[in-house]
């Protein structure tokens, strides 16, 4: 191996392109490949939380995230019918002064392209589909679509929910449909609905449905809202599909005035179904590891997902810059020892769609900093052949 070990990041979403910008500003040669042609403000919103932005400072963008994204006074849970509140969690001043970042919602969009512009010049390609992968042992071979080839010492697999590298590691088999199916929605902040002012950020709970929205701007006059619905099946061939309004009405009839005026006032919705996967067996084999959805996607239900992903990339990237990258195996059973328990129990709390249903403490999760929490260290694993 000559020069600097080549690390090759395959999916530019947002766990995939914090690692890529994390590592360059890290001084490691990494490149970053995306099977889209180009990037588009696409109908989403996210929240980042203080464990988010702490990485966000590293890359160089938190002050404009501070700038672009509405910043909530609280997190509000309500009744679906009543509007009665169910709990009332602290953001806000509150979020900077203890857990020292602060806590907004934003278009993902937006904060995609921010990522994507703290990346140095030539470390993204587009248009590069991961057809094949081989680890030669001594280096990995890529196929893409286009005809190209490329090597790299290193593979990390950010390839989200239906990951091919993932499929490369454990062989395929599809994600589990959970039941149940997110309609999301993004639009102007309606202004004569007669139930303004709307919560800057609320959650809306019956029994076995819900409803998130939130402002995605700082003035918020772009809102979002995510819902939860139960739904017998989903065809997997489909990532999403188109919804309606009426479909809306329908799932969410008899619910509070202020829920009926964001329905009536939505241009357009659409419906994806929410997929898990069982814990898997490794997060990595000889030259390749995988962060993010390709090993523990998650229902939204603790809008954590994409924090995990961001975070995983975090600490992929600490324990390159602690332990090198001669002896990447060590390193990549580190990375898993300090992050298995944190996701896994992300995602069991997101599976069972508790998360601040009550005036509960979330500081075990928004006070996490992936640069300052203790490594534990790794045991020796045997992989299965």
């Not at 992968?133 to 989200?160: K, S």
């Not at 029994?207 to 065809?235: K, L």
């Not at 249903?357 to 640069?371: A, K, L, Q, S």
């Amino acid at each position: 191996m000559q020069g600097k070990p080549r690390i090759a990041v395959i999916g530019a979403g947002l766990g995939g392109t914090a690692g890529a910008a994390l590592m360059a500003r890290a001084g490691f040669n990494v490149r970053l490949y995306e099977q889209a042609p180009a990037f588009s403000r696409l109908g989403a919103g996210i929240h980042l939380g203080p464990n988010v932005m702490k990485i966000m400072r590293a890359i160089g963008i938190e002050d404009e995230l501070n700038r672009q994204g509405s910043h909530p006074d609280f997190w509000y849970s309500r009744h679906w019918q009543t509007g009665e509140e169910l709990a009332r969690i602290p953001l806000g001043d509150y979020a900077v002064s203890h857990y020292g970042a602060s806590y907004l919602t934003v278009h993902r969009g937006d904060f995609h392209a921010l990522m994507t512009a703290a990346l140095p010049a030539g470390v993204l390609q587009f248009g590069k589909r991961l057809t094949k992968i081989d680890d030669q042992g001594d280096c990995v071979r890529l196929e893409f679509a286009d005809g190209t080839i490329e090597e790299a010492d290193i593979v990390i697999g950010a390839d989200g929910v239906n990951s091919r590298v993932r499929e490369h590691l454990l062989g395929p088999e599809p994600p589990k449909y959970t039941g149940y199916v997110g309609h999301r929605a993004v639009f102007p902040t309606p202004i004569d609905s007669g139930t303004l002012p709307f919560d800057m950020c609320v959650k809306w709970w019956s029994d076995d449905r819900h409803m998130m929205v939130y402002f995605v701007t700082s003035r918020r006059d772009e809102i979002y809202y995510v819902t939860g619905v139960p739904e017998a099946e989903w065809d997997m061939s489909k990532s999403w599909v188109p919804s309606s309004v009426q479909a809306m009405r329908d799932a969410f009839e008899g619910w509070h005035p202020t829920v009926q005026a964001l329905i009536e006032h939505t241009p357009e919705v659409t419906k994806w179904p929410l997929l898990e996967r069982d814990p898997l067996p490794l997060w990595s084999r000889g030259r390749i590891v995988l962060l993010g959805d390709a090993c523990h996607p998650m229902k939204p239900h603790m809008a954590q997902g994409a924090a995990m992903a961001i975070e995983d990339a975090a600490m992929l990237t600490r324990i390159f810059q602690q332990a090198g990258l001669s002896d990447h195996e060590t390193a990549f059973r580190l990375y898993e020892a300090n992050r298995t328990e944190r996701a896994g129990r992300v995602q069991k709390v997101s599976h069972d769609n508790t998360w601040l249903r009550t005036n509960e403490n979330p500081d075990w999760c928004f006070g996490y900093d992936v640069f300052a929490v203790p490594l534990v260290e790794s045991a020796p694993r045997q992989d299965a052949a």
